[in-house]
């Protein structure tokens, strides 16, 4: 099948440590994304990449790392520097302008 | 700056016709995105504005004027299973994607 898959679809972790959540896209795009959202809240962005081997940073980069060393894969660790990392973490990819941007399922990650 | 904002909530009844607005303020513009989210679910998508005017898609259509920095999505014949958050998006010219915070749609019988 065709899609975005990221993995897991929840994680506990206990404070201090590190965390790296996965995302996997087979639709060949050019472009993907990091989104955070709190309950109740809109999807705040956190990493994006247009291309391969280069990623710039959104509105809420700090305590968050990413690599984009394939096409395919996105994968965002969340550092024990992020005070507040419980949240709904969201990837998307998109082929880049003029084209449909679609989203995987979602990672709940909470902090224990 | 870029800036996107739309209302927090709105109700309407089962079977009217409701219109949620968004305004935008970019440098760049590629394009205006409406997404469907279900508490606790993933964003689906709804539908992409890049040029001027409605873009209709069965009982949905969005409309975007770009001089006005405003879209709005159309909901029709509004059913219960449309009670979802809906989230307005542009992508700027960087292809830096920005959203707003969503409007929550409460469809009552």
């Known amino acids: 099948d065709g899609g975005i898959t990221q993995s897991p679809k929840y994680l506990f972790r206990k404070e201090g440590q590190n965390v790296t959540l996965s995302c996997e896209q087979n639709?060949?795009?050019?472009?993907m994304y990091w989104y955070r959202q709190d309950p109740g809240q809109g999807l705040r962005l956190i990493y994006y990449s247009q291309i391969v081997n280069d990623f710039q940073k959104g509105d809420i980069a700090e305590g968050y790392s990413v690599s984009r060393e394939k096409k395919e894969s996105f994968p965002l660790t969340v550092t024990s520097a992020q005070k507040n990392p419980t949240a709904f973490y969201l990837c998307?990819?998109?082929?880049?302008?003029?084209?449909?941007?679609?989203f995987g399922e979602g990672s709940w990650l909470t902090v224990v | 700056g870029q800036n996107i904002d739309q209302p927090t909530e709105m109700t309407a009844t089962e079977g009217a016709i409701v219109q949620i607005n968004c305004t935008y303020q970019t440098s760049g513009f590629n394009g205006l995105f409406w997404y469907q989210q279900h508490a606790g679910e993933a964003p689906t998508f709804l539908s992409y504005n890049v040029l001027d005017g409605l873009e209709e898609k069965g009982r949905f259509s969005s409309f975007l004027s770009r001089s006005k920095g405003y879209s709005y999505l159309l909901l029709k014949e509004l059913q219960m299973k449309d009670s979802a958050s809906y989230l307005c998006?542009?992508?700027?010219?960087?292809?830096?994607?920005?959203f707003g915070t969503g409007t929550l749609l409460a469809v009552q019988p």
């Open positions: 998006a542009f992508r700027g010219a960087t292809n830096k994607l920005i």
């Open positions: 998307a990819s998109g082929q880049g302008a003029g084209n449909t941007i679609y």
């Open positions: 639709l060949n795009h050019d472009a």
